[in-house]
């Protein structure tokens, strides 16, 4: 197996074990609190990241704009907004139903692309978007009991459009950190990128504290006394963002992102051993087809 695709496995693998953290955190620290983890217990570990590289390469931190810091700024809100929306999610659907579905921010990405930045979609993209859309309806099946006893079988119920709804928020979120990366001035991919992703992480610690202190302090009082497992969680949050960082720079994007997507089979595996949920047969056929389009639409970008 190449390198590249090594490293890929191992970003998933980190980026998975962070969010089954942020998961198992929700009953004692709440919604907001499980994410904000990511966020105040990444920020060390980013920025160490950061300087570690540049030590290394000789190189010093990039200028920044205005411009960049209004793209990373809108790009940062929106990742909070995926995130708060993901934890969501799990509290009306298992672990990885809810990362299916916050996966397809890929199929969302290449309509916005089309939408704002004018990219012409080809027929494999669309033929691959539309099944997609089979595997979130699989995914999103539910037999409804109401409160007058009434049963019905539903597609596309409230619930998962939360995940859906996080995709949507990541990916306009990648849209903005694509442009905001490319104003930089190093010709070093690997810091344009960590730099970027060090100074979003610093607003989305300010501003989501910013609301904690002020409107949920009990939720902020409890995510910092759970230190031991955000920990773990910012440790986690920096091998994967490294991981990617060192893959995305070493083999091209769509392949990097099509081999990443074993984070579907990993959530199932947690989902079954760490956390006993329950994965139905036709559940795992949407999680399927819902892959093999994200594959299709990273290959052929």
Not at 152 to 170: K, R
């Amino acid at each position: 197996m190449e390198l590249w695709a090594v490293i890929a496995i191992i970003a998933a693998i980190a980026q998975s074990l962070r969010t089954v953290c942020q998961k198992l955190l929700i009953p004692h620290v709440g919604e907001l609190g499980a994410s904000f983890s990511r966020f105040i217990y990444g920020i060390t570990f980013t920025w160490l990241w950061v300087f570690t590289i540049c030590l290394m390469t000789g190189n010093s931190l990039p200028t920044i704009s205005f411009l960049f810091i209004i793209f990373v700024g809108l790009a940062g809100i929106l990742q909070i907004v995926f995130t708060i929306l993901l934890i969501m999610m799990f509290n009306h659907r298992n672990y990885a139903i809810g990362i299916a579905l916050s996966k397809t921010e890929i199929l969302q990405t290449a309509i916005l692309e089309a939408i704002i930045i004018g990219y012409t979609a080809s027929f494999s993209i669309i033929g691959a978007i539309s099944m997609g859309l089979i595997g979130i309806a699989l995914l999103s099946y539910q037999k409804v009991e109401f409160k007058n006893g009434v049963k019905s079988h539903l597609f596309f119920s409230p619930p998962h459009f939360l995940g859906i709804g996080a995709g949507a928020a990541l990916a306009l979120a990648n849209i903005f950190y694509f442009k905001a990366t490319i104003l930089l001035n190093s010709d070093l991919l690997v810091i344009n990128a960590s730099f970027t992703a060090a100074i979003s992480i610093s607003l989305q610690t300010i501003i989501l504290g910013s609301y904690l202190v002020f409107k949920e302090p009990d939720q902020l009082m409890l995510c910092l006394a759970n230190w031991k497992i955000g920990f773990f969680i910012g440790i986690t949050a920096v091998i994967s963002s490294t991981a990617w960082f060192y893959a995305f720079a070493m083999f091209h994007l769509g392949a990097v992102r099509a081999v990443g997507q074993i984070e579907l089979i990993i959530s199932i595996l947690f989902s079954w051993l760490f956390l006993k949920e329950k994965i139905t047969l036709l559940e795992l056929i949407g999680i399927s087809i819902l892959g093999i389009s994200i594959v299709i639409v990273l290959l052929y970008a």
